[in-house]
């Protein structure tokens, strides 16, 4: 449930410590490898990472110099630096900079082992004092948070406009927010195992989710959160630093390009991390949708109605994924009438938006059994019902580029007569046979949409393989590295990296039937530098040595 990066200029020792080492034993689940500190770096700002073991000496950035930008972006990462030269200077040095750990290479196994789950016992017992029950509780009950998450909850359902937000309300709050100054919004959902794990402790597994939230943003964001109707956590973002630029006639400021995506790929990373420690601390997942930036406040409520849309559009059913999303077209309905239940939050539209079907059915059902046992099925009740459903439906299969004539097929046909059902049971049984026949293409797409998704993938493998990773390929069809890599494991059942290497393997077993290419040819033509490590490689997969595979095949 751990993750481990080790650095040093020398592949073969890092090779060896990552393969040879009990890590398994300590809880680590990932071993990542690095050559440089530059690719260090790289590393820590895609993936979360709980402990970073860094030779000192590099070429070019030193480990002191890695430890040093990590601790300026990722304060919880623990940092054990190896050393082959007994300096004082070193020492004192990797000590000023806050090192977890200074060992002296060569290095015991045992040693690094222990020096390791020193620092994990370290980052457990941060982790806990953060989420402790009784620190949360205290906090919890206390007043301030219920009135900021309040003024929160008003702005983005609309009920207090931004006009009416000063800074001096603000600080009376002990928000620091500025106005006019772009702003991020990220809703949150709480998945099924961690509702599960935490039973009726709602309010407290919430207020645990948004603390270590509060952890990891803190030192490069101000974050502010409530919870909304539909049960995601709503957490409004902005950078510490003001922004730079031209403010215009309503005090927002320009932001360019760079600088917004600068902030966007900052935000994703934070967020790739709140989902790991909630996954090893809380036991549990959530999912992530985040809207790019509009100005605070004056944007919120529209980012909030196209964020509640994005979430089904883009995540569907699955769980713990993270999503930077654009802008999308959102809506809202909230007629009032005797029939209020149909109409109050999460309202048809937002239901279906965000494909909760359960809850869309369950709602739909209450209203039928009003409808038929306390009004008599009155005919003008059964009107409200109708033209409520069917300008939900038609909103949100036009708001998904789709036509009401394709989705519905036979069921469209009362549609075009109008709401001429003779019985109860008839309006009943079409109502529930649309529903059912919306959820199934809207899901069918989603299926669809990620079989494409693993073709392209496939594709770009096949025609850089000596070069493909994670990173290039996430690049090539503009996702996530993170969302990416689960999306493929969930679609093949196999890991992305294990696909590149498996390809690899199978295209030097066929170049060696073939002849005529040097082994050292064969390794350097997929992008392995060393020979001896493609020699390994190869073994572990067929068994055999390069040379061993091709005299057995050449018989």
């Known amino acids: 449930m751990y993750r481990l990066l080790i650095v040093d200029d020398q592949p073969d020792l890092v090779d060896d410590l990552a393969e040879t080492l009990p890590w398994h034993e300590l809880g680590i689940e990932a071993v990542y490898r690095a050559y440089s500190a530059r690719e260090a770096l790289d590393i820590v700002r895609t993936n979360p990472v709980d402990v970073v073991v860094t030779d000192i000496r590099m070429p070019g950035m030193s480990g002191l110099d890695l430890m040093r930008e990590i601790r300026r972006s990722w304060k919880n990462i623990r940092c054990i630096l190896l050393s082959g030269y007994s300096d004082f200077e070193y020492a004192r040095s990797g000590i000023r900079h806050q090192a977890d750990d200074y060992l002296l290479k060569p290095v015991e196994d045992d040693q690094l082992l222990e020096a390791v789950r020193r620092a994990l016992r370290q980052l457990d017992e941060q982790w ?8 949360l509780e205290a906090t919890f009950n206390e007043m301030l948070p219920v009135l900021q998450n309040g003024l929160l909850l008003d702005l983005l359902q609309g009920r207090v406009a931004p006009s009416a937000v000063s800074p001096e309300k603000l600080e009376r709050l002990r928000l620091a927010f500025r106005i006019g100054e772009p702003v991020c919004l990220a809703l949150v959902r709480i998945e099924e195992d961690l509702h599960a794990r935490f039973g009726s402790d709602v309010g407290l597994l919430e207020y645990a989710v948004l603390k270590m939230a509060d952890e990891i943003f803190s030192d490069e964001f101000l974050i502010w959160s409530a919870k909304d109707p539909y049960g995601y956590l709503a957490v409004a973002i902005q950078s510490r630093s003001p922004t730079q630029g031209t403010a215009d006639a309503d005090g927002s400021a320009e932001l360019g390009g760079s600088a ?3 902030f966007a790929e900052r935000l994703e990373r934070k967020a790739a991390q709140l989902q ?44 713990e994924l993270l999503v930077v999303a654009g802008r999308d077209t959102a809506g809202r309905s909230g007629e009032t009438g005797p029939l209020g239940a149909l109409h109050d939050p999460p309202t048809l539209v937002h239901l279906l938006e965000t494909g909760q079907w359960d809850a869309l059915e369950e709602k739909l059902k ?3 059994d009003v409808w038929e046992h306390r009004l008599g099925g009155s005919h003008e009740h059964m009107l409200e019902i109708y033209f409520t459903f ?25 549609l075009v007569r109008g709401p001429n059902f ?52 996430a690049a090539h069809v503009y996702l996530n590295p993170s969302y990416l890599s689960k999306i493929y494991k969930m679609e093949t059942g196999e890991g ?5 290497q498996r390809m690899k393997m199978e295209r030097a077993a066929h170049w060696l039937k073939s002849g005529g290419m040097k082994i050292y040819e064969i390794a350097e033509r997929l992008g392995y530098t060393k020979t001896s490590y493609f020699i390994k490689l190869f073994r572990e997969t067929y068994g055999m040595t390069p040379q061993e595979y091709r005299n057995s095949v050449g018989r």
């Open 128 to 135: 806990r004092q953060t989420v402790s029950y009784q620190n």
């Open 260 to 262: 917004e995506a600068s």
């Open 276 to 319: 790991h420690y909630v996954r090893v601390y809380l036991k549990g997942t959530v999912s992530l949708f985040i809207h790019p930036q509009g100005r605070f406040p004056f944007d919120l409520r529209d980012m909030y109605d196209r964020a509640v849309s994005g979430f089904r559009r883009l995540i569907g059913s699955e769980r």
């Open 366 to 368: 209450s209203a039928l």
């Open 390 to 414: 069917v300008s939900a439906l038609a909103y949100s299969v036009h708001n998904g580029k789709r036509w009401l004539e394709q989705t519905l097929g036979d069921d469209f046909e009362p």
């Open 422 to 473: 003779r019985t109860a049971r008839q309006f009943r049984d079409w109502m529930f046979r649309v529903v059912g026949k919306y959820r199934n293409e809207v899901q069918t797409e989603t299926r669809y949409s990620r079989s494409n998704l693993v073709r392209q993938v496939q594709q770009y493998v096949a025609d850089h393989l000596a070069d493909a990773t994670l990173q290039s390929i």
């Open 496 to 500: 992305l990296h294990e696909y590149i």
